[in-house]
């Protein structure tokens, strides 16, 4: 049920109890203020899920606003969000570890910067992923 229907049926279930709106108890217009302002659920919504996933694979912030369409203080929130909470375990796909492979291979100075801006991720990420290919190389040793 939409917040507003399940708002109106509530101030028409106390309009009927008590008639007049300057009636009612504090209580009931502190519960009526409550339900009208919550903030929506918005934390399952396939935009919101994306964002995070774009997150995850070291995107920019101002990459997912342009991707998204979303505001860059949303993106911030949720990057930090993500942060606050632990949650922000960087991923990658066999492509993107590819990409970074070949990057390392083929340019004059393949430090992290140079490497996030040209696929255009965060350095942090980039690091990250270097540091799962060393590992990963390590343990086929």
Request: aromatic share 6%; net charge neutral; proline share 2%.
């Amino acid at each position: 049920m939409a917040v507003n229907e399940e708002l109106m049926n509530k101030i028409r279930k106390f309009e009927n109890e008590y008639r007049s709106s300057d009636d009612w108890p504090e209580s009931v217009i502190k519960e009526l203020n409550k339900l009208a302002n919550r903030e929506p659920d918005i934390t399952h919504t396939e935009n919101f899920i994306m964002i995070r996933r774009m997150i995850q694979h070291g995107f920019d912030n101002y990459q997912i606003v342009e991707a998204r369409k979303a505001s860059i203080g949303h993106v911030r929130h949720i990057r930090l969000e993500m942060t606050r909470a632990g949650e922000l375990n960087y991923e990658a796909t066999s492509d993107e570890l590819k990409q970074i492979q070949y990057n390392v291979g083929h340019m004059l100075n393949p430090n992290n910067q140079v490497i996030a801006t040209a696929m255009g991720r965060k350095k942090d990420w980039v690091r990250c992923m270097r540091e799962k290919l060393r590992e990963t190389a390590n343990e086929t040793r």
